[in-house]
């Protein structure tokens, strides 16, 4: 009597004859590539490589116009951290800028969403109220905080007509080199915190209630409750939203730009309205893009940052 | 066999007639910027379809015209019409090869018959005419007629009268210049131009472009300081911190309702002003921007350019219509129409006379001045792209008490001897 031993195929022509590898190979290879591949092509080509452009524009003296090229070497990363001044100025305002949106955004999304969390009836409409100024485009926005925070027609000049007084309120906030950036950021905070609540928000719904019961069972107050079981519940999104806020406070650029362009004097550049001018106006593109590779060595300077802690147990 | 025969007439019909249709007329394009120039300009720039049947205008209105402009001519495509914001941008467009010289048709179309000689310069990149300058511009000062008559003022001739009129003005509670950068940053340069020209004189300034004298001799810095004096005088805007948020309507409501008694501006703004103070039922006039020895110079600026895309399919019918376009009669229509500032062409007197007396003085006087060696320059037009952007960014840190006008100008000297080094300096009509 004839024994069938079934073989695991092991050379190619092996695997290409046996119809069970064929199939596999089909379901859990050929077919998941064949429709990634059309993704892929895109970001291969507008991702991929005009990030490899970049790099290597930015060690060119490229002027944005025509393709008439040198090549300069390390030139434009030397003038940038060892000529520039003013560059040191914009990454210092973008330092100033992170501190900024790592600190007063959460603390105001963290204490409104616990809030929330509380509120049965009417939630949704506080919600949504909150929400609105994240839809606006940022040119309504800036529109709006413009004519606000006019001197001669804004809030401040109201106040100050209303109360009798002469120029006590009518300050011109975008207009001073001390108060133009934290201005700016305030008017940026208004448009992005309730983004940010939102999300807290959702990540303190999914926390079992259960866990809350028992917090109270061992006495704590609503303090220790946002402490022991709100704030580790949370976690991953508020971490998670840390590292995208610190990436993006490399990236601002449009309430800058629509507000100040960067003024006055450069109180309120930052890398990215430096690397709109370089690019632009002083037909510097290959300066613009080692700024702009900067910028992104500094974004993945901050993933490295949560990778290695993930990698060490944190909940990331 | 009849079927058949029925279609070989048809497909010999449709063959015979397609090259009526498809070659016979020449489509070029213009991409134009959005909004009300565009809505008083476009019908009268339409109006060239009516010249030749065979060439066609086809205006493609723009949102952000320039930005895309460049980046669709490098890329091998845009419009056979390509605009710029200026000759140094020409410069660097023309260096690239993006767009054609255009001496040929310069000959063949005679534009050397109707533009003046020192204009034609103006386009030229290594001794080849690359652009021809759209709008001719100046810097002048406004002033609301019924605040001056009330308080029985006379505009300035000289920096030292502007200095006790505006002492006058202050202590009449009003704004001296209504002045704002919030709408428009480079605003700054307008100023840092004028008090060049207008307290060193033109002759140092085309002397320090031409590299013989450097940005930090004592003229050219004490016109700086000057400058920054009055800002901190308040004279502009009201303060240093309100001109960084006042805006173009503030500019304009707050002269054309008589809060504020004068405005240096350019000639472009006197659409604006026009429309302003129609609403408001004041007067404006202008005089010249008082200089030190009350002689009336007037800064020359080329407010746009035109020039022909290397990759047109059809130069010689874009050279057709530009010949159309800067035409005199063309740019009378434009100005009288529009107000449009006229490219630096011989407008015939008759279309003058249509015009506001006060604006066809404007361009009367500019005409001398430019005839008569009282020409400035403005910095748009003249600087080079580096040194243009510093001038504007810079001088707000000399306004904030950051740097001194001396530190400001050796900055300038120091980026614009690199500049002048590299050759990148616009062409400058010679003294």
């Known amino acids: 009597m004839a024994v069938y031993v079934q073989t695991k195929p092991t050379t190619i022509a092996e695997k290409l004859a046996d119809e069970t590898w064929r199939r596999k190979f089909l379901r859990n290879v050929l077919i998941p590539w064949i429709f990634i591949c059309p993704l892929l092509i895109i970001h291969l080509y507008v991702v991929a490589i005009p990030a490899v452009q970049g790099v290597y524009m930015s060690l060119t ?65 506080y919600r949504s109220i909150l929400f609105i100024p994240y839809v606006l ?60 609540m939102i999300l807290f928000l959702a990540s303190m719904q999914s926390i079992p209630p259960v866990l809350y019961d028992a917090a109270k069972i061992d006495g704590a107050n609503r303090w220790d409750e946002f402490r022991h079981v709100t704030l580790p519940g949370i976690r991953p999104t508020l971490l998670f939203m840390y590292m995208m806020v610190a990436i993006w406070s490399f990236l601002a650029f449009d309430y800058i730009f629509l507000l100040t362009q960067g003024g006055p004097g450069g109180a309120s550049e930052v890398i990215a309205t430096q690397l709109y001018k370089n690019a632009f106006f002083r037909f510097q593109a290959g300066y613009g893009a080692a700024q702009g590779v900067v910028i992104s060595i500094f974004a993945g300077f901050i993933i490295m940052i949560f990778v290695t802690l993930r990698r060490r147990g944190w909940d990331i | 066999m009849k079927r058949f025969k029925l279609l070989f007439v048809v497909a010999a019909l449709i063959m015979a007639l397609a090259p009526v249709g498809a070659q016979d007329v020449t489509t070029v394009t213009m991409w134009f910027g959005e909004g009300s120039t565009l809505d008083c300009w476009g019908p009268i720039m339409l109006e060239f379809n009516d010249v030749d049947p065979s060439v066609q205008l086809e205006i493609v209105p723009q949102a952000d015209t320039w930005n895309v402009t460049r980046t669709a001519v490098a890329g091998g495509g845009g419009p056979d019409i390509v605009r710029t914001p200026g000759p140094s941008f020409v410069y660097e467009m023309a260096q690239a090869g993006l767009i054609l010289p255009m001496d040929a048709f310069a000959d063949e179309m005679g534009w050397g018959d109707f533009f003046f000689d020192w204009a034609l310069d103006l386009g030229l990149v290594d001794g080849q005419l690359y652009s021809l300058s759209d709008e001719l511009e100046t810097l002048v000062m406004y002033y609301n007629v019924e605040v001056f008559e009330a308080n029985g003022w006379t505009p300035p001739d000289t920096m030292d009268e502007l200095n006790a009129l505006a002492e006058e003005v202050e202590a009449a509670g009003l704004t001296v210049f209504s002045h704002g950068n919030a709408s428009w940053r480079p605003t700054n340069e307008h100023f840092v131009g004028e008090y060049w020209t207008q307290v060193a004189g033109p002759h140092k300034v085309y002397q320090a472009l ?75 006039d202008w005089v010249p921007v008082p200089s030190h020895d009350g002689t009336d110079y007037y800064t020359i600026g080329m407010g746009n350019t035109s020039s022909i895309n290397a990759n047109s399919q059809h130069p010689q019918a874009a050279a057709q219509f530009l010949t159309w376009y800067f035409s005199p009669a063309t740019q009378g229509k434009m100005l009288t129409s529009c107000l449009k500032g006229p490219a630096p062409v011989a407008i015939g007197e008759d279309v003058m006379a249509e015009l506001d007396p006060r604006i066809a003085r404007l361009y009367a006087e500019l005409s001398d001045a430019s005839a008569n060696d009282r020409y400035g320059y403005t910095t748009w037009t003249f600087w080079p792209p580096k040194s243009d952007v510093y001038i504007y960014e810079e001088v707000e840190r000399v306004w904030t008490g950051e740097i001194t006008a001396m530190e400001y100008s050796e900055g300038l000297q120091e980026l614009f001897a690199e500049e002048l080094a590299a050759g990148d300096i616009p062409p400058i009509p010679t003294r």
């Open chain 1, 61 to 125: 003296d490229w002027t944005g116009v025509g393709m008439n090229v040198n090549f300069v070497g390390l030139d434009n990363y030397y003038e940038l951290f060892f000529e520039d001044e003013t560059f040191g100025k914009a990454l210092g305002n973008n330092i100033i800028w992170m501190a900024f949106f790592l600190t007063v955004p959460f603390i105001m999304a963290l204490f409104c969403a616990a809030m929330l969390a509380q509120v049965k009836r009417g939630g949704m409409l």
């Open chain 2, 210 to 284: 031409s590299g013989e004298i450097p940005w930090t001799d004592e003229s050219l810095v004490g016109a700086i300081e000057l400058l920054d004096a009055h800002m901190q005088a308040g004279w502009y805007g009201g303060g240093v911190d309100l001109y960084f948020t006042n805006d173009g309507v503030y500019r304009r409501t707050s002269l054309a309702e008589g809060s504020a008694a004068m405005n240096i501006e350019g000639s472009w703004a006197i659409r604006g002003t026009v429309d302003y103070f129609n609403e408001s039922g004041q007067t404006w």
């Open chain 1, 137 to 196: 485009a940022s040119v309504v926005t800036t529109t709006i905080w413009k004519n606000l925070l006019n001197p001669q027609r804004g809030i401040g000049a109201a106040v100050d007509n209303l109360l009798g007084l002469e120029d006590v309120f009518g300050v011109a906030f975008l207009g001073r080199p001390d108060s133009a950036l934290m201005s700016i950021a305030f008017i940026d905070n208004w448009h992005f915190w309730g983004f940010l």
